[in-house]
């Protein structure tokens, strides 16, 4: 009788157990929201990279017209179409760089958890936002931790 009661238990524990595995796939829990100390550390390196992109992706623009303009002619001034490429090169590399820099900086403050919710969040401010084609100098904003 007693070994009947174990089986039966251990049995209801198995089913327990698999039907708790099988809703934690279903709906897993949700990652940890951000703390306030994240979100202190995070928005000025969000906020910084974002003023560093506006104002590289500004003059990229500018560079890019004023090379259009060059190659609108017939005449070409070579040595200013070298130096506003050369200059357009540079201000991508910025870019590339600022962006790069933030990436580190995210992963050093948060989880693995934290940043798959952060990704997320980010991407869909930017798909709310009909401006951010990826040319756009908008930037969504860091969402609040609630």
Same mark, same amino acid.
């Given at each position: 009788m007693n070994l009947r009661r174990i089986l039966t =238990?251990?049995?209801?524990?198995?089913?327990?157990?698999?039907? =708790?595995?099988?809703?934690?796939?279903q709906n897993p829990p949700a990652p940890a929201p951000l703390t306030e100390q994240q979100l202190e550390r995070i928005r000025p390196i969000v906020q910084g990279t974002q003023a560093e992109t506006a104002r590289a992706q500004a003059r990229l623009a500018e560079c890019q017209r004023e090379l259009a303009g060059l190659y609108a002619r017939y005449e070409l001034d070579e040595a200013a179409a070298?130096?506003?490429?050369?200059?357009?090169?540079?201000l991508q590399r910025q870019l590339l760089t600022a962006h790069h820099r933030m990436q580190k900086a995210l992963r050093a403050t948060v989880n693995a958890e934290q940043f798959e919710r952060?990704?997320?969040?980010l991407e869909q401010a930017a798909a709310a936002d009909p401006e951010a084609s990826g040319q756009s100098t908008a930037r969504p904003q860091i969402p609040s931790p609630r």
């Amino acid at each position: 009788m007693n070994l009947r009661r174990i089986l039966t =238990t251990l049995a209801a524990t198995l089913v327990l157990a698999s039907t =708790t595995v099988w809703l934690l796939a279903q709906n897993p829990p949700a990652p940890a929201p951000l703390t306030e100390q994240q979100l202190e550390r995070i928005r000025p390196i969000v906020q910084g990279t974002q003023a560093e992109t506006a104002r590289a992706q500004a003059r990229l623009a500018e560079c890019q017209r004023e090379l259009a303009g060059l190659y609108a002619r017939y005449e070409l001034d070579e040595a200013a179409a070298r130096k506003l490429q050369d200059e357009i090169v540079d201000l991508q590399r910025q870019l590339l760089t600022a962006h790069h820099r933030m990436q580190k900086a995210l992963r050093a403050t948060v989880n693995a958890e934290q940043f798959e919710r952060l990704r997320r969040r980010l991407e869909q401010a930017a798909a709310a936002d009909p401006e951010a084609s990826g040319q756009s100098t908008a930037r969504p904003q860091i969402p609040s931790p609630r």
